[in-house]
Nanobody, 130 residues
């Protein structure tokens, strides 16, 4: 079974940092896409970042570019989202999600579309206090 386990959320002061982890089971990252999304109350789910295993591309939304960094550790089958310079706008439930068997990689105009993803983790709450 394909499973994604997100963790690492918590309460942090504005300007602080957190690192989220997404551990996958049932598949390895090669030829797959792992995305990070977030959803704040009353808002749509927003694409934050994506790692494309097939072509090693990493994408970021404009709202987090320069502050967030995605990385992966294939030995642990885990993807990380390092979040720095957090502000209140980053408060949300963060999810990791996967598209499997995308050997051609994912286009830049698609990675942020949450409906493109087949598998989802349970979400982890990030709260930034001002």
């Amino acid at each position: 079974d394909v499973q994604l386990q997100a963790s690492g959320g918590g309460l942090v002061q504005a300007g602080g940092s957190l690192r989220l982890s997404c551990t996958a089971s049932g598949f390895t990252f090669k030829d797959h896409v792992i995305g990070w999304f977030r959803q704040a109350p009353g808002k749509e789910r927003e694409g934050v970042s994506c790692i494309s295993g097939a072509d090693n591309k990493i994408y970021y939304s404009d709202s987090v570019k320069g502050r967030f960094t995605s990385s992966s550790d294939s030995s642990k089958n885990t993807v990380y989202l390092q979040m720095n310079s957090l502000n209140s706008e980053d408060t949300a439930v963060y999810y990791c999600a996967a598209i499997l068997n995308l050997r051609a990689g994912i286009p830049a105009n698609v990675w942020w579309r949450f409906r493109a993803y087949d598998y989802w983790g349970q979400g982890t709450q990030v709260t930034v206090s001002s």
